[in-house]
């Protein structure tokens, strides 16, 4: 029972392009979202994060889209790097007592120079 | 380093072994997960600690597997019996706090190869 999806295992898009990573939820008590990052032979690195009161945060190139009514959340890299191709994961937690992250598959970006 | 910090950060080990997995986490960081990744697989959540005591060990898949951390620092995951299934990236963090509002700070893993 897969609470968190990321249904395309992979991307590519050119550098200098916006890159597009999708994500999508089933539990309804979840209320907080993040992306992390991860490289080969490291540890998944944070990379942003949106509350359930918000559709949208920024943080330079990127930025997190929300939209509770389809459970769905995505991040947007404009413009794409080299130096941005990496697994990307989703995940997110109810904020209640106990909560932990849960999270998706990953998507790989390759971003070609 | 000021990270956390895993070990072995590789390990081969035969069917039937018993494997202890180590993390350190960041100073002063009161919570601590273990999740692992299968090939092909996301993050697989396994058990946190709020100081010393697990209020969450749902994740872990069978009674083989256990974890332990004392004095609020230092955690041990420890897989009896291991089978090749067990095979994977077993990964550490650590927060301030367990709501997960904050982010969470991973380790590099320790890589388990079961033969």
């Known amino acids: 029972d897969q609470q968190v999806k990321q249904n395309s295992p992979s991307l590519s898009v050119q550098e200098g392009r916006i890159s597009i990573l999708n994500c999508d939820y089933t539990?309804?008590?979840?209320?907080?979202f993040l992306w992390y990052k991860k490289y080969p032979a490291e540890g998944p690195t944070f990379l942003i994060s949106?509350?359930?009161?918000?559709d949208k945060n920024e943080d330079g190139r990127f930025t997190v889209f929300l939209n509770k009514s389809a459970k769905h959340l995505s991040l947007h890299i404009v413009p794409s790097q080299p130096g941005d191709s990496a697994v990307y994961f989703c995940?997110?937690?109810?904020?209640?007592?106990?909560?932990?992250?849960?999270f998706g598959k990953g998507i790989t970006l390759s971003v070609r120079p | 380093g000021a990270g956390v910090s895993q070990s072995p950060s590789n390990k081969v080990t035969e069917k039937g072994k018993d494997v202890e997995l180590r993390c350190d986490p960041i100073?002063?960081?009161?919570?601590l997960y273990w999740y692992r990744q299968s090939l092909g697989q996301g993050l697989e959540f396994l058990i946190y600690?709020?100081?010393?005591?697990?209020?969450?060990k749902s994740g872990l898949p069978s009674d083989r597997f256990s974890a332990e951390r004392t004095g609020g620092s230092v955690s041990t995951l420890t897989i009896q019996r291991t089978q090749q299934e067990d095979s994977a990236v077993y990964l550490c963090?650590?927060?301030?706090?367990?709501?997960?509002?904050?982010?969470?700070?991973f380790g590099e893993g320790s890589r388990l190869t079961v033969l």
């Open positions: 963090a650590s927060s301030f706090s367990y709501l997960n509002t904050g982010e969470l700070f």
């Open positions: 539990n309804s008590m979840f209320d907080y």
């Open positions: 949106i509350s359930s009161i918000k």
């Open positions: 995940a997110a937690a109810s904020t209640g007592a106990n909560s932990k992250l849960t």
């Open positions: 100073s002063g960081h009161t919570a």
């Open positions: 600690f709020q100081g010393n005591s697990a209020p969450d």
